[in-house]
């Protein structure tokens, strides 16, 4: 399918108005109205939000297929505070946000309005698209409101698909496992004269850090450790009396990601000594999963690409495609577009690649109709 530039105008557009609403990690609410109302502008059917505040609105189909269920996720990695400043240049937009996940939620609209000229003369498609504008899929969010949504529909879906604005090309069938903890230290502290010779949280904590950072990680299957957040202490003259770190471990094999959090679990358990007291808190996990590239879904996608002049690249990842891999539901994550410096202040898409990248959704979706039923 081709895709007029004014459609796509449209869509950059609209990703631009999103990317100036705010939405850090359970913070999404403002972001989530204006979607819910945009549901209700296009004539969207059954428009509603749930308790977590997904937002959800069906495009209704004419049979009794069984649905095609497209999300993305409404939260930034950046807090309330950030300076949302957009800059265009001839084929690029500059923006916090702007592309993961702006251009996403941007993209709900572009299949909407891309299907009802497609479909103009031919009438609704087999079964309904719902599309699912979800909260929880950043930072400490843990994918609980792709959870949710799951939940809500189940296995009776033909496919989940999941949208990000950037990556496009890469199709991500398999679902990284993560597993995050805060490792917390306390002591009595004390000042940094007076009661030199106490245990310091701070310094304790660098020690737990070295034995850590020290761990054997897997390269087959691939696996990470990253000790992504510190903080403690009072002030410069004082010895700390907590201190903390936020670990994250990931790994494309189960059994891997679990012995690599065991070996964690031990060393944070021998911590512990007198005057020190070390507590270990799981604060997030996703659920790995895959389907195989030999999945009808996944064979469909690669022709769509193959199609469309790009070389689709299978591939591994952390997004909201872990919930249904890990039920065993067919689900895949594709890019809208290409861009660099995603969860950095220089984020920015490539405008040209997005006419591909939406021909490429609507020719997924209905495809699914015909060759997933």
């Known amino acids: 399918m081709e895709i007029d530039a004014s459609l796509v105008a449209r869509v950059l557009d609209l990703a631009v108005t999103i990317q100036q609403i705010p939405a850090p990690p359970f913070g999404e609410a403002q972001r989530a109205a ?7 502008v296009e004539g969207l059917q059954e428009v509603s939000s749930d308790d977590l505040g997904n937002v959800y609105g069906c495009i209704p189909g004419k049979g009794t297929a069984r649905p095609v269920v497209i999300s993305a996720h409404l939260d930034t990695v950046f807090p309330f505070d950030t300076d949302l400043q957009i800059k265009r240049e001839a084929d690029k937009i500059f923006g916090p946000g702007i592309g ?3 251009l996403g939620l941007a993209g709900l609209f572009g299949l909407t309005w891309a299907l009802r000229q497609n479909q103009a003369g031919k009438g609704p ?3 309904d698209v ?3 504008a979800n909260v929880g899929e950043e930072g400490l969010g843990d994918l609980r409101g792709m959870c949710a949504a799951v939940d809500r529909f189940g296995a009776h879906v033909l496919a989940y698909l999941i ?3 950037m990556a496009l090309g890469q199709v991500y069938h398999r679902a990284l496992g993560v597993r995050r903890y805060r490792i917390t230290v306390r002591t009595a502290g004390g000042h940094s004269w007076v009661d030199y010779g106490r245990p310091s949280a701070i310094h304790e904590l660098a020690a737990l850090i070295i034995k850590l950072t020290a761990l054997p990680v897997p390269t087959r299957p691939r696996s990470s450790l990253n000790v992504g957040v ?3 202490g009072t002030s410069v003259n004082t ?5 903390h770190l ?3 471990l990931r790994s494309e094999g189960t059994a891997a990601l679990a012995s690599l959090t065991r070996r964690v679990e031990a060393i944070v358990n021998g911590a512990a000594k007198p005057g020190v007291e070390v507590s270990l808190e799981l604060i997030g996990q996703r659920p790995a999963g895959k389907i195989p590239a030999s999945h009808p879904l996944v064979r469909l996608v690669r022709r769509v690409l193959h199609g469309l002049g790009l070389q689709p690249n299978l591939t591994v990842g952390s997004t909201d495609a872990n919930v249904p891999l890990s039920r065993g539901l067919p689900a895949v994550t594709l890019g809208l577009s290409t861009g660099f410096g995603a969860h950095t202040a220089n984020e920015y898409i490539s405008t040209q690649p997005l006419f591909q990248g939406l021909a490429q959704v609507v020719e997924v979706v209905e495809g699914a109709f015909k060759e997933l039923t």
């Open 34 to 40: 204006f979607i819910h109302e945009r549901f209700h």
């Open 239 to 243: 010895i700390a009396p907590t201190a």
């Open 100 to 102: 993961d996940n702006s």
């Open 130 to 132: 719902w599309l699912v």
């Open 230 to 232: 510190i903080a403690g």
């Open 246 to 248: 936020e670990l994250d």
């Open 163 to 165: 949208l990000e604005g």
């Open 125 to 127: 498609l087999p079964g």
